[in-house]
């Protein structure tokens, strides 16, 4: 009872402090086993077609007026936001004009007004419940015009063919976002910020870190396993395998015993990219600032995402895009522990046919003033259906490894991987291209003297011992995405 009354204080002290339902809000509410709501889907705010027709209607008709309009539709933005002083993405970002992310259910909207951004642009990652896909749209805003750009091909440099949601491992977000566990707080002066009036309040950054990262979270596990998860893929019985690894395998590690050599492969390779980890964050002048002790490192207790591979391996689903992080690091990103309670709640969206015929109720998510909550199992259920379902496995050779340059991951995540962090196998000196730092890539291509823009594309359309990423090159499209990146940038 005792244990009970002071954990139900310690969730009114928390929810005081923080707003835990924005960290909490990309989950259903269950009435019974019915779901009544679900944050990341109820309501959607303006899509990228609805600002086309605002636009048209004259609504706006310049990036400030763009702000006023969005924000003046959806008031809640100004409180759901993050705020990044170094970003990977082709908007630049600093300290002093961070690039903008304001998020609501399952859309997302990219601004930044840093000095070295040739064209003004916003950019729009979205998602809706009976689709698919996730869409990569922009509007820039360039010389006195207004283009909509329906699917422009660089943002599938980064994001990948099927576009994915990108988001760094737990704690990298205090090397490049205000606020969240981070001490690095904003006092820039903006005239995008301060034309929105953020609510930039340090006690609330928290909250919009950890909020953006959930969302983030959600939108990738409902993506990866939508094509990777779906039943042609994933017939009911390894599917069964799935959700025990999901569920069961992570409940308590210590009961479970990872797979020996795997274990061994994975730490050995961990370990051999710690120190080029530490080489890259000194390269991009980022140093750890934050209030946690544990600093953003390769190896964050993931067992769980180990055994969660391991599984997805022995079923014959390749595990190597099982990120949403574009450079270096191969974890399912989280938050420090809503990482099960996602793929849970993701896989019942996926596959509802592997909840058939197994009892479970809804459980309330921890430190929430609402009813947000998540599927609650028996595993002896979920073990009992597998005994009924007996496969074959073939167990692989080994596990899929940081250093690969693999065709599955997105071709800047390739590019980087010998260009930035030097991690590839090569054995030829390869020369440092800061694909993941736009500012400094812009300054090399716009320098009269550079050929970089000419090299890089002759390259990749390259066959042979000059093919640029070495082994399978890029194809028609990727090629087209290279250069459309690097022309927005020159």
């Given at each position: ?19 835990i ?33 605002a ?21 809640e ?43 003004p ?30 699917k422009?091909?660089s ?18 977000w ?25 609510i ?7 909250d ?6 959930s ?20 017939p ?6 799935v ?105 019942k ?18 430190f ?11 595993c ?12 074959k ?11 690969e340059?693999s065709a ?49 594309l ?7 011992p000059?093919?640029?990423p ?19 940038l020159?």
């Amino acid at each position: 009872m005792i244990a009970l009354l002071l954990s139900f204080l310690a969730t009114l002290v928390y929810a005081d402090v923080y707003d835990i339902d924005l960290y909490k809000k990309p989950f259903p509410i269950f009435n019974g086993t019915q779901e009544i709501s679900h944050g990341l889907w109820d309501p959607s705010p303006p899509q990228f077609e609805d600002l086309q027709l605002a636009y048209t209607r004259g609504e706006y008709r310049t990036y400030e007026e763009f702000t006023d309009y969005l924000l003046g539709k959806e008031p809640e933005l100004r409180k759901q936001f993050v705020l990044i002083h170094h970003s990977e993405s082709q908007q630049m970002s600093s300290k002093n004009n961070p690039r903008v992310i304001l998020f609501k259910g399952a859309t997302l909207y990219s601004l930044s007004d840093h000095p070295l951004q040739r064209f003004p642009k916003v950019e729009i990652l979205s998602a809706q419940r009976n689709s698919k896909e996730i869409k990569l749209q922009e509007i820039v805003f360039k010389n006195n015009t207004v283009e909509f750009r329906e699917k422009p091909k660089s943002c599938f440099l980064c994001h990948g063919s099927l576009a994915s949601p990108l988001w760094g491992p737990y704690a990298s977000w205090n090397l490049t976002t205000f606020g969240g566990t981070s001490k690095t707080v904003y006092t820039g002066n903006s005239a995008l910020v301060e034309r929105m009036k953020l609510i930039t309040d340090r006690s609330k950054s928290r909250d919009q870190v950890w909020g953006f990262t959930s969302t983030v979270m959600n939108l990738f596990f409902r993506n990866w396993f939508l094509h990777n998860l779906n039943p042609i893929k994933l017939p009911y019985p390894q599917g069964l395998r799935v959700l025990h690894s999901v569920y069961c395998l992570s409940q308590n590690q210590d009961n479970h015993v990872v797979d020996t050599q795997y274990a061994d492969d994975f730490l050995k390779e961990v370990q051999q990219t710690q120190d080029a980890y530490a080489k890259y964050l000194k390269a991009l002048n980022l140093k750890y600032n934050g209030f946690d002790e544990i600093e953003p490192s390769l190896y964050y207790n993931n067992k769980q995402d180990l055994k969660m591979r391991m599984t997805l391996e022995w079923l014959g689903i390749s595990s190597t895009s099982f990120t949403p992080s574009l450079v270096l690091n191969r974890y399912a990103t989280s938050t420090a522990g809503d990482g099960r309670d996602a793929m849970m709640v993701n896989l019942k969206e996926v596959r509802p046919d592997l909840f058939e015929g197994i009892p479970w109720k809804p459980k309330l998510l921890a430190f929430t003033s609402s009813q947000y909550s998540v599927p609650d199992l028996d595993c002896k259920d979920i073990e009992g259906k597998i005994n009924q379902s007996p496969i074959k496995v073939t167990r692989p050779s080994r596990m899929p490894f940081f250093r690969e340059v693999s065709a599955e991951l997105p071709v800047m995540t390739r590019c980087t991987q010998c260009h930035v962090t030097h991690l590839s196998d090569s054995s030829k000196a390869v020369p440092t291209i800061p694909f993941s730092n736009v500012v400094e890539l812009a300054k090399i291509l716009r320098d009269p003297n550079s050929r970089l823009k000419e090299k890089i594309l002759k390259r990749v359309g390259s066959h042979g011992p000059d093919q640029m990423p070495p082994g399978q090159g890029l194809n028609s499209e990727e090629i087209e995405a290279m250069k459309e990146f690097l022309e927005d940038l020159e």
